[in-house]
T-cell receptor, first 109, second 113 residues
């Protein structure tokens, strides 16, 4: 079965501290992994996807197929990073996404 | 380019009634997906349409249905509403057939009383 697990509901860090949002997945095929973000009063939007292997707003995520993980990392958190972060799993000939339950990142000044 | 537009933004319905929600995708996008968002269950996949064909359906009862028109606009319908159907319903469109970025609408907040 396809499943995405985000173990932390809330992650609170101080500005300048490193951030790691955890995501583990279960999928029998070739996975497509995404991180979506929802800032306060804004729409859900794509932050990054594993296939692009790029850094967006200082965030990176590496797909580890051995550990079935796609953790989101940033070396130095900023207050504007405070938002809800969702890990999502795609794959196959479809745009269907399976979302994790989300992690609320709160960056304290 | 206009974003994904969902109408109406808010709805209040009574148990047993039915409701139709509308989604206009970004111009040129032929893929439309629907999700239900609740505090308890998070974001759950409802259905996906591509070029008027339903390609995937989530684990929801038959009371939930949808369709896509030739202009890619999509509607979803929920019949015999239950209190548990209260949720934010999100629509997303994508430019290509598979594994592409989903652009989300602002959602329709449905309250069933």
């Amino acid at each position: 079965a396809q499943r995405v697990t985000q173990p932390e509901k809330l992650l609170s860090v101080f500005k300048g501290a490193p951030v790691e949002l955890k995501c583990n997945y279960s999928y029998s095929g070739s996975p497509e992994l995404f991180w979506y973000v929802q800032y306060s009063r804004q729409r859900l939007q794509l932050l990054l996807r594993h296939i692009s292997r790029e850094s967006i707003k200082g965030f990176t995520a590496d797909l580890n197929k051995g550990e079935t993980s796609f953790h989101l990392k940033k070396p130095f958190a900023q207050e504007e990073d405070s938002a809800m972060y969702y890990c999502a799993l795609g794959g196959g000939a479809t745009n269907k996404l399976i979302f994790g339950t989300g992690t609320l990142l709160a960056v304290q000044p | 380019k206009a974003g994904v537009t969902q109408t109406p933004r808010y709805l209040i319905k009574t148990r047993g009634q039915q409701v139709t929600l509308s989604c206009s995708p970004i111009s040129g996008h032929r893929s439309v997906s629907w999700y239900q968002q609740t505090p308890g269950q998070g974001l759950q996949f409802l259905f996906e349409y591509f070029s008027e064909t339903q390609r995937n359906k989530g684990n929801f009862p038959g009371r939930f249905s949808g369709r896509q028109f030739s202009n890619s606009r999509s509607e979803m319908n929920v019949s015999t509403l239950e209190l548990g159907d209260s949720a934010l319903y999100l629509c997303a469109s994508s430019s290509l057939a598979q594994n592409t970025e989903a652009f989300f609408g602002q959602g329709t907040r449905l309250t069933v009383v």
